[in-house]
């Protein structure tokens, strides 16, 4: 007889874990070490409210339920979601949300002063970081996200490295690496490895609220020209001839043939506030 296997439709067993959902990225980190420095970078008092993104099965969150004074935690999976509900059900201080990150209004949710931590899946890790500095920004943040991206983020100017990630999350915030983390750290463990990375946002950005969104395009639309001298970069980006580009990058202190992948932050800054 042919035909195909009829799927198990049967319920899970009680206490078993919901299946991993490669289409959701999960990868679930078990190491104790790593999950131990997660929490010590985090610099919790006890008297924060701590909002974590993607508490899966809760092994970070067992960690900070003892350490934080009101934890939640933003679960999209809803098998999750539901696994969490029931596991923390008589702890009052947790609350399980189940919603899409990128959806979430943090600062809503926290209603006051917050922090954020995460293992943030890999392939929306720059919508995330993005999304986590809009304001009302949090204290501070510690994720763990794949180490390529943690390299691209701190990267120095003139680095190989250094782009528009780097140049936009640095000015706002001050990122550093905690540690790095390798794959077998994770069921099931990833291709690459990945890294623990804390950013605190800067008391002094090099661009104000409203500067954020026109800062950011300009950085990208010059990076997407990175081989390009800054002068034909401002030109084709601003739509100005030579004797205008190098009059605003003269105004913002810059070499028109400096590259972009050489200035720091708050030379992008210059060069906005001199563009018309």
């Given amino acids: 007889m042919t035909g195909r296997v009829p799927r ?52 970070l969150t067992d960690r ?53 931590v995460g293992n943030v899946p890999y392939y929306i890790t720059t919508p995330i970081l993005f999304h986590a500095l809009e304001r009302p920004r949090p204290d501070r943040v510690v994720y763990l996200v794949q180490r390529e991206v943690a390299e691209r983020i701190v990267a120095a100017p003139g680095s190989r490295i250094y782009g528009a990630l780097s140049v936009n999350i640095q000015a706002v915030a001050t990122p550093e690496i905690v540690a790095r983390v390798p794959a077998g750290a994770f069921r099931p463990a990833p291709k690459v490895d990945s890294a623990i990375i804390r950013v ?17 395009s300009l950085v990208q639309q010059l990076f997407g ?21 190098d009059a605003a990058l003269a105004a913002a202190g810059i070499d028109p043939e400096a590259r972009p992948e050489t200035l720091p932050p708050g030379d992008f800054a210059a060069l906005m506030r001199a563009l018309p």
């Fill in 8 to 59: 198990d439709r049967s319920p899970r067993a009680p206490g078993a874990l919901p299946p991993v959902r490669k289409s959701l990225g999960q990868h679930f980190l078990h190491d104790a070490r790593a999950l131990d420095r997660i929490v010590a970078a985090l610099e919790l008092t006890g008297a924060e409210t701590v909002l974590e993104i993607g508490p899966g099965r809760g092994a």
């Fill in 64 to 116: 900070l339920v003892p350490l934080a004074r009101r934890l939640v935690l933003i679960e999209y999976d809803r098998a999750l979601a539901a696994l969490l509900r029931q596991r923390y059900a008589a702890m009052p201080s947790v609350e399980v949300v189940e919603a899409d990150v990128l959806a979430t209004d943090f600062g809503a949710l926290a209603g006051g002063p917050f922090v954020l």
């Fill in 200 to 216: 605190v946002p800067r008391p002094d950005p090099v661009i104000g609220p409203g500067d954020e969104a026109r800062f950011r």
């Fill in 225 to 245: 020209m990175r081989r390009k001298q800054l002068r034909r970069g401002v030109r084709s980006v601003a739509s100005l001839d030579v004797a205008h580009a």
